[in-house]
């Protein structure tokens, strides 16, 4: 049976439909707004794993570019790994219903969302949110949910739901939240420094927006929803563990607090096998309880970690909840690449190295917004397993370090000046995690700061970044300043936040609550803003700003503007030209459709000689035009020179010189640079010249230089300049008459010019001819 379902939330309206399509799914809908429409199927496996202590789900969103009336681009047209943009949307979806799947369940999850059709006025990542929550909502898995996601832009001071991507152009505010019915469970933002008050305020405002979709679909769920499984739980042995946290507490703690991570870990974990081996021994006559005994001991060390945070504010490294870990920065260490700069809080440490290229080295984006452009700034994050101590084999990014150089990619944009059109470059930065305990992905943000103030990039601000944690009893809750690894995996939130002194350029909240209260996360944000300008003045202290000029070993780009119409001139046929100034002055250049030429050079030299060719190429052509040019062909009637553009002009021996001449030759030779003006342009774009300043020294002429200017020319005057008879060949050889050649054809009468009308002085046609 077929389930229907329409309702508006701020101005936009939602349907829904089940028990049409993918009805053997656990649960399925199809979801939609405007013309985008998303499918969200959810299923689960009949019974639980074995042996593992985590829910092993699984969610994906799959993009189809049938969606958007395209064919994938290359060569597999199947279509190949998921975009990073895909990998993103599938950790939005991840993230908000991890939490609320009953507590030790193993039951395998799989939830893929799908975009069949997308509008280019409404994204698709939202809508994927909620067509998980729903497809979860009408299935049989157990879900302490539904779960809704909604988008927040920032409109001339205006909190906007749904902005379309023409009104996230102009918005101040990018900020995505989802969560459920009693709290808010994610966040991912991006922003243009805005204030946290304002943060708090579009929080709360998504916050209510996503109760009333939750409301709608329980509405929905009632009517096209299946009735739920029961879950089937790890075993876990309460009583073991009430035992062991009463028992053992004092040594827990003795072991537990030393602010060395290695040193703690590895008592750390002597601990726990000497209990684990304790307890196994107390309970030898109870095999069927031994295979907890592991759980409740690593269930007991975490609550007694989380009591001390929460009654005593003490962490395991000693410091007070508000305490930041030892910071230092540093810039500039690394020789021949454009910027650098290592950050290092407590024992994260993070290297982040910056490359500039030419707009031509931007990535090419292929997902399902037809109008992303290209990306000019990227940031690509590495975690290698020495950075954690560890040894394991080295792969591809997964979706950790996608989502983590995204958030750094995200935190820095708004200060990086790629809208300035006097701004040319592509920007490359990799963080390299070199040390880890807790929030390298903050980490990268304060060294990538580092590396662009060192490669000389104007920012606006420079960006620092803090990762916030939280323990709570469900009473109270204890925010954490700068989080550390045991922190992360014994606490309930992870709340990263970026910005300037000026306010907050991106955010990210994970939490392994149920939901967040909004009052926790305003304290959080008003605490992070205290800790970041701890941070950016230890940052400001290493480089108060940008150098003032760029990486003597980045290159130089210079922009010339062009005539557009003048482009394929300057790229020539086949790329002729284009090649021949790349070859002749060793820069790089980048043509835009605009008329912007980008040339991009080592040294001052180089880019001087690509600036006069390129200008030369393109330079507008006009009688009266003086410019310098190389003899490329000589023959009777004259010189050719090359011009602008790739063109050649002739000119003539008696523009050469005003002495009688033999041989051409005598005046120039193939190869000489010679200055000329521009006499005559025709309607077929050929050029008369006259040579100017030839060198009056020069023992070929043994008289007179050329003359800088032409002679006027009197009406009906038909005297050769040169001392020739008009119709005589121009090259010196003997007198043909009125109808000769000026090429000095034998034999042939073709009239004027080269003419083609063989009675004598006709339309001019092609005027450089080979000697027989």
Known sequence: MIHTHSFEVG??????ESGRVAKQAGGSVLLGMGDTIVLGAATMSKSAREGIDFL????????RKYAIGKIPGGFI?????PSDKAVLISRLIDRPIRPLFPKGMRNDIQVITMALAVDKNVPPDVLAINAAGAALAVSDIPFNGPIAGVRVGCLDGELVLFPSNEDLKTSTLDLVVAGHKGAISMVEAGALMVSEELMVKALTFAHEAIRTICAEFEAFAKTAGKEKKEPI??????????????????????????PDKAKRESAMDDLAKELIAKYKEKLADQPERLKTIAGAVDKAIKAILRKAIIEDDKRPDGRKSTEIRNLEAAAGLLPRVHGSGLFTRGQTQVLTVLTLGLPKDAQMMDTLDEEEEDKRYMHFYNFPPYSVGEVRMLRGAGRREIGHGALAERALRPVVPLDDPDFPYTLHLISEVLESNGSTSMASVCGSTLALMDAGIQIKAPVAGIAMGLMSDGKTFKVLTDIQGVEDFSGDMDFKVAGTREGITALQLDTKLDGIPEEVLARALAQAKDARM?????????????????????PRVQVIKINPEKIGALIGPGGANIRKVTEQSGCEIDVQQDGRVLVAAKDGHSAKIAEEMVKALTMELSVGLEFEGTVSKIFGRGAMVDMPGGKSGLVPTEKLTRQKLGRVEAAVNIGDKIRVQIDEIDSMGRANLTALDLNPDNPKLNGEAV????PPRREGDDRDRGGYRRGGDRGGDRDRGRGGDRGGDRGRDRGDRGGRDRDGGGDEGPRFRRRD
């Open 11 to 16: 101005g936009k309206t939602f349907f829904l």
């Open 56 to 63: 092993p789900l699984v969610c994906d969103f799959e993009e």
């Open 534 to 554: 701890q941070i950016l003045d230890v940052i400001q202290a290493e480089l108060d700003g940008p150098r003032t000029e760029l990486s003597l070993t980045a």
């Open 77 to 81: 047209k199947r279509g190949g790994r």
């Open 233 to 258: 739980i790890g075993e876990s042995d309460d009583a073991l563990y009430e035992q062991i946290k009463k028992d053992e507490a004092d040594f827990i703690a003795a072991n537990m607090f030393d």
């Open 707 to 710: 003359v800088s200017e032409r």
